[in-house]
């Protein structure tokens, strides 16, 4: 098992920054595939960004890329979101998830969630 905190979130204008972290419990972060997921109000909770276990594949929602970037530092058990270029519509509750086997965009595949981080962008 693995247990994940996210972190990170804030209030920030259109155009600004963030860097989302996720930090893992247990020594096999690395065997575990990696995904970010948001859910916005009133919304279903949707797909952001993954990437796999020790081989680093990415994998992005086609409205993220170019300026979400995911990635992972093995070695403190955590994966990290880099959010540019917010905008209002990326206000969300942001989760991020991990499973064994699964890397991609279905939520229900993965097994394991954080509780979630608040981003708010501001217009």
């Known amino acids: 098992q693995v247990q994940l905190v996210d972190s990170g979130g804030g209030l920030v204008q259109t155009g600004g920054s963030l860097r989302l972290s996720c930090a893992a419990s247990?020594?096999?972060?690395?065997?575990?595939?990696m995904g970010w997921f948001r859910q916005a109000p009133g919304k279903e909770r949707e797909f952001v960004a993954s990437?796999?276990?020790?081989?680093?594949?990415?994998a992005y929602a086609d409205s993220m890329k170019g300026r979400f970037t995911i990635s992972r530092d093995n070695a403190k058990n955590t994966v990290y979101l880099q959010m540019n270029n917010l905008k209002p519509e990326d206000t969300a509750v942001y989760y991020c998830?991990?499973?064994?086997?699964?890397?991609?965009?279905?939520?229900?595949?993965?097994?394991?969630w954080g509780q979630g981080t608040q981003v708010t962008v501001s217009s």
């Open positions: 247990g020594r096999t972060f690395s065997s575990y595939n």
């Open positions: 998830a991990a499973d064994l086997v699964y890397w991609g965009s279905r939520q229900y595949e993965y097994h394991y």
């Open positions: 990437i796999r276990n020790s081989l680093g594949s990415t």
